[in-house]
């Protein structure tokens, strides 16, 4: 006899999976404040980072011309990573994000940086796009350490299963 | 024995539950039509603002100075309510809601100031993002009396599990 | 007694559902690269689309006046289909797209309209929103054969069910 606690057992944890498409400094932070949230209270979290989402696992800081050809670099030095990334309303040539920045620090909120690494800290897996890599021509390499691996739709979809999903 | 069934009995009514993030004329009248449409056919439905998605749930019409800090009343002045939400794609200045909201009562489609109406009715449950609020500080008192409830990540969660959950 | 293999077996294939409300070029791909991605891994792939998601399966290329009103008819010429959508950062008047459909061939990688054709291929379920055709003065025959029905809200909620659903 099958209760709905052991099929929820056989499941494993609370599964939580969200799909980082928007580079948005504002998205972004709803992205790793959903995932440190959910983290923190046992779920399994799984963030699958791609299009302009992948600006938030760049390995350098700042701008630079990541990619291979001169068109892809002129993508990468334009996308600029995560220190780089503006408001999705109100970003006034990069000044929301700092507006924002000093309204998460002076009310006590962590910032977006302090998200991230609360992330890594509380063991969320984080999955880089293989198809946006391809385009934007980003390797492995590109991102930072705690990237776990480079997935396709089906592999993200296998790891999802199950959870709830969310694309940002 | 256990069918299936029974497990969704026990789990209670079907649930959707949505992260209201955009602030957005056209994305939030999507938030309050797949509401309505889901309470009218006996969904449990959740709805938390975040973000510029407040807007919705702001007990005063029209721009206000909300917030207390200087900056956060800056803010809360831009944002502006619901009233004031501008649309994702040809706003055109405060244009493209108008026009919209003509469209909308000429062709006998509720306008989302009725949808809102609607969901209070079909006893949709609202509530705020705590952490959003720290950071407009904004305060309970500033919203419309119909949302229930200040809430964390985790306790979203706990209240989204096993349905459907959307984030707009 | 009930396993949980016997529960999915009921429920028939694994689901995803989107709902392209957005009709940006890159979140389309992201719909479409979903989409296909799910369908050849066996999934039911529903999509619904709304507002200016429209623009993906509207018959006509290119800009057309559709719509009845001249409001609706102008909204229908400033959308202008899929070969017009714009990308939803760095879109320069039109150059963002064009970019990335060059990037997209350069690298082996699936255009937009490629993975529609897909799309279409492998089975995925097109679906219009009521409501938007209603605002925006669009029918059934301003969509390519392909789309399967016209839904509202109750209907969508109904086939989505049991699977993941993405709001795009």
Same mark, same amino acid.
């Given at each position: 006899?099958?209760?709905?606690?052991e099929?929820?057992?056989?499941?494993?944890?609370?599964?939580?999976?969200?799909?980082?498409?928007?580079?948005?400094?504002?998205?972004?932070?709803?992205?790793?404040?959903?995932?440190?949230?959910?983290?923190? +209270?046992?779920?399994?979290v799984?963030?699958?980072?791609?299009?302009?989402?992948?600006?938030?696992?760049?390995?350098?800081e700042?701008?630079?011309?990541?990619?291979?050809?001169?068109?892809?670099k002129?993508?990468?030095?334009?996308?600029?990573?995560l220190?780089?990334?503006?408001?999705?309303?109100?970003n006034?040539?990069?000044?929301?994000?700092?507006?924002?920045?000093?309204?998460?620090r002076?009310?006590? +909120?962590?910032?977006?940086?302090?998200?991230v690494?609360?992330?890594?800290?509380?063991?969320?897996?984080?999955?880089?796009?293989?198809?946006?890599?391809? +385009?934007?021509?980003?390797?492995?390499?590109?991102?930072?350490h705690?990237?776990?691996? +480079?997935?396709?739709?089906?592999t993200?979809?296998?790891?999802?299963?199950?959870?709830?999903?969310?694309?940002?």
């Open positions: 006899m099958e209760t709905l606690s099929i929820q057992a056989k499941g494993g944890p609370k599964k939580l999976s969200l799909i980082a498409f928007s580079g948005d400094f504002d998205k972004l932070t709803a992205v790793f404040t959903l995932a440190t949230g959910a983290a923190a +209270v046992g779920y399994e799984n963030i699958f980072f791609t299009f302009w989402g992948l600006d938030a696992i760049k390995r350098k700042g701008r630079a011309f990541l990619g291979k050809s001169p068109m892809q002129l993508f990468g030095f334009l996308m600029g990573g220190r780089c990334t503006p408001t999705s309303r109100f006034l040539f990069g000044l929301g994000p700092r507006l924002f920045r000093w309204l998460m002076k009310n006590q +909120v962590a910032t977006l940086e302090e998200l690494e609360a992330a890594k800290a509380l063991g969320v897996h984080l999955y880089a796009c293989e198809m946006a890599m391809h +385009v934007l021509g980003l390797q492995a390499d590109d991102f930072v705690e990237v776990e691996d +480079v997935l396709g739709v089906a993200f979809l296998r790891l999802s299963e199950g959870g709830q999903t969310l694309f940002v």
